[in-house]
């Protein structure tokens, strides 16, 4: 049953997002984005000028969807395979399994920040806050201070298990503004035994729709990986009900990868 939150759990979720931010994160990362769905008609990778976001379309179907990926952590950049061209490039957060993709998420969306021209040559990376600011603030990623102690109320709290079944905690957190654009998250869980998350859930404004959705974490290789999203959505206009889960599977870490091969922009003839 929940029960009310003390201080001790706010200090637990500030101690949970600094441990995170100083986990290492792979230089290479190859993985299969699977996708199923339920009550859409189409779920298809949408390609302009080489550079590829997921496309949904509402329905009574359960289509679904599988693209390798490779991902290079210096820009956080993900080539995934298909298509006529070979490979498109991405930044959108749905295809990157890192923490840093969280930070994609709040502060880009769910198509990410814009590919350069050349990708050799990145954009930005979304700013972590350092450890030493987590406590009593998060320093402020581009316009959003999405995972800062100070703007969220911790409503309720209950012990739960993380879904690998270690011992963790979940708390239940609230906007102090009410603004969930720039302060989506709406429930952690967090692992007592290593302070991470284990866990992330938060609001997910899409074109037509909204709903939530909820990040798995767990370990691979060594690595703290998101290991599958779980998004539940309604249509704004009627009551149209879908679903979306995506798994990340067959995750490896290859030292190297062809990087001219994969990493290149192809924008096609």
């Given at each position: 049953m929940p029960e009310p939150a003390t201080s001790e759990d706010l200090q637990l979720y500030a101690t949970a997002v600094t441990t995170m931010r100083g986990l290492p994160?792979?230089?290479?990362?190859?993985?299969?984005?699977n996708v199923t769905s339920?009550?859409?008609?189409?779920?298809?990778?949408q390609v302009n000028d080489g550079v590829g976001v997921m496309r949904i379309l509402a329905g009574n179907g359960t289509p679904s969807a599988s693209w390798p990926a490779s991902y290079r952590e210096r820009d956080d950049l993900v080539s995934v395979a298909g298509g006529p061209l070979g490979h498109v490039l991405t930044h959108s957060p749905i295809f990157i399994p890192t923490w840093t993709g969280v930070y994609e998420w709040f502060r880009f969306g769910v198509d990410?920040?814009?590919?350069?021209?050349?990708?050799?040559?990145?954009?930005?990376?979304?700013?972590?806050?350092?450890?030493?600011s987590a406590v009593p603030q998060l320093s402020v990623i581009g316009t959003v201070t999405a995972?800062?102690?100070?703007?969220?109320?911790?409503?309720?709290?209950?012990?739960?298990?993380?879904?690998?079944?270690?011992?963790?905690?979940?708390?239940?957190?609230e906007p102090r503004t009410g603004d969930r654009r720039m302060h989506p998250l709406t429930d952690v869980t967090i692992d007592l035994a290593t302070t991470r998350f284990c866990s992330v859930r938060f609001w997910l404004p899409l074109r037509g729709s909204h709903g939530y959705s909820e990040l798995?974490?767990?370990?691979?290789?060594?690595?703290?990986?998101?290991?599958?999203?779980?998004?539940?959505?309604?249509?704004?206009?009627?009551?149209?009900?879908?679903?979306?889960?995506?798994?990340?599977?067959?995750m490896r870490?290859?030292?190297?990868?062809?990087?001219?091969?994969?990493?290149?922009?192809?924008r096609g003839p």
């Open positions: 994160e792979p230089r290479y990362l190859t993985y299969v984005v339920k009550n859409l008609a189409s779920v298809k990778l990410g920040r814009p590919i350069p021209v050349n990708p050799t040559t990145p954009t930005a990376a979304p700013v972590q806050p350092s450890p030493a995972l800062s102690p100070s703007a969220y109320r911790i409503t309720s709290a209950n012990a739960d298990p993380c879904p690998g079944g270690e011992r963790g905690r979940h708390l239940h957190v798995h974490f767990g370990t691979v290789n060594g690595y703290w990986m998101i290991t599958s999203d779980d998004a539940d959505m309604r249509a704004i206009l009627g009551s149209l009900h879908f679903e979306l889960h995506v798994r990340y599977d067959d870490f290859p030292d190297a990868l062809d990087e001219g091969a994969l990493f290149t922009l192809n």
